[in-house]
């Protein structure tokens, strides 16, 4: 299976409607790959709080078009980043939007952990409820954004709804740069997964971005890591290798805490 995690800047000279047009052809420059992955609300800056009211659309606008379009141009499984959604009847929420090779919507993911310890994203847009997988020709998706990688439990979640790929699409600060890699191996190697974990780089309001966006496999090797520029990651690996490797070495079948308890007969 071929991968290509896309890891741009947003720059605030760019207008939102020339960055889709610009990350819509990065996506269009995929073709081949079977998987494409760009970072969170890349639209706006995961930091640039004051453009999440001014910039949000609704589920199906004019990003979903873009991408969409983009998707079913290249032949790719697209997960297109998130953008900061306005729901009709509710809050914003930091959506995820994943696009099959015919640019149908295969699945949306409202980020569940929102950063900002009661300001910023914490208090501008609603909290998700809901895990969600994609099942791809290859393997099953598990979704989450930035902040998600920090709560394990969601990832146990994912793995026991079918994940063996999990998706990380985040804005991640340069100043934790340490635990972003850190964290990545982590969920990978305790969940027996590959993980592919986009970031953004440049500066986004005034924050540093980490870039060094990284692919993983299930033992925790790093198979490819970007640099701290935009870049285009691209990396091969074999699915196959999940169930091969929770065989080989099966943790997760001693596990005691969080499954649910047995039933009296």
Request: charged share 25%; proline share 6%; net charge negative.
């Amino acid at each position: 299976m071929r991968a290509s995690v896309i890891q741009i800047a947003v720059n605030e000279d760019e207008s939102v409607e020339a960055r889709r047009r610009r990350v819509s052809a990065l996506v269009r420059e995929q073709a081949g790959a079977d998987l494409v992955v760009l970072p969170e609300l890349w639209t706006t800056g995961a930091f640039a709080y004051e453009e999440f009211g001014r910039e949000a659309e609704p589920l199906e606008g004019p990003t979903f078009e873009a991408m969409a379009k983009a998707a079913s141009d290249a032949g790719v499984w697209l997960h297109a980043g998130s953008i900061p959604e306005r729901d009709p009847d509710g809050p914003l929420y930091n959506t995820s939007l994943v696009f099959s090779p015919s640019g149908d919507l295969a699945a949306a993911y409202r980020k569940i952990h929102r950063f900002g310890f009661d300001k910023g994203e914490a208090v501008l847009m609603g909290a998700g409820a809901e895990l969600v997988t994609v099942r791809l020709p290859e393997t099953t998706l598990g979704l989450s954004t930035c902040y998600d990688l920090r709560f394990p439990e969601l990832y146990r979640g994912l793995v026991d709804a079918g994940a063996q790929t999990l998706v990380v699409s985040a804005g991640w600060p340069e100043r934790r740069r340490s635990h972003w890699t850190l964290l990545a191996q982590a969920r990978a190697v305790e969940n027996q997964s590959f993980l592919l974990a986009c970031a953004t780089a440049g500066t986004h309001a005034g924050v540093p971005q980490a870039g060094h966006s990284i692919v993983v496999d299930p033992w925790g090797e790093v198979l490819a890591r970007a640099g701290a520029g935009e870049e285009v990651l691209t990396v091969e690996f074999d699915p196959g290798k999940v169930a091969a490797t929770r065989e080989q070495f099966p943790a997760l079948k001693d596990r005691m805490l969080g499954l649910e308890p047995p039933r009296r007969p």
